[in-house]
């Protein structure tokens, strides 16, 4: 094979498959690493299975268009050459998930700047519109975990995609 056809084949290959800017939908759900925790799902059952009230909320697959972010780099990286019925599951790191834990975002703050009604562990709280959770209150003083959530958690991404829209009102309507 001469190296014009080797490159005419890597430019086919290239181009087979799924690529930036196709608009599908997308089945998947979304766990921790560590915990198996749900993150996010389009899988009703799993959603039950979790004990989710799925009862006003839309689990069908989600309509995304590659190259634009709507879901996590490494898993659209993963979906770049991929055709309508595949499937498969990615790591996403932490630092390209929810972010790194990181020590110096919990803070010590007056209890006097927490509503009287949340001032209990666990308790989701907004102080100078900064959101956190309450790690302990202890006299007059609370410790406040102002990193997001999931900060630090590996996230494994299980995915199918379900099909490829081409409907201009689906996608319009999709995205």
Known sequence: MSNDSEADADVDAEETGLQSG?????????????????????????????????????FSPRIIVLGENHIFPDVEQDIFGTEVGDDGTVTVAAADAFGEYDESEVRTVSKDKIPEDDRYPGARVQIENEQGHIETIIGGRARVDFNPPLAGEDVEYEYEVVSEVTDREEKAQGI
């Not at 690493?33 to 909320?57: N, R």
């Open 22 to 58: 196709d608009v599908i939908k997308l089945a998947y759900t979304a766990r921790t690493v560590d915990e198996g925790s749900l993150v996010d799902t389009t899988d009703e059952e799993v959603a039950e299975d979790e004990g989710i009230d799925t009862e006003d909320q839309d």
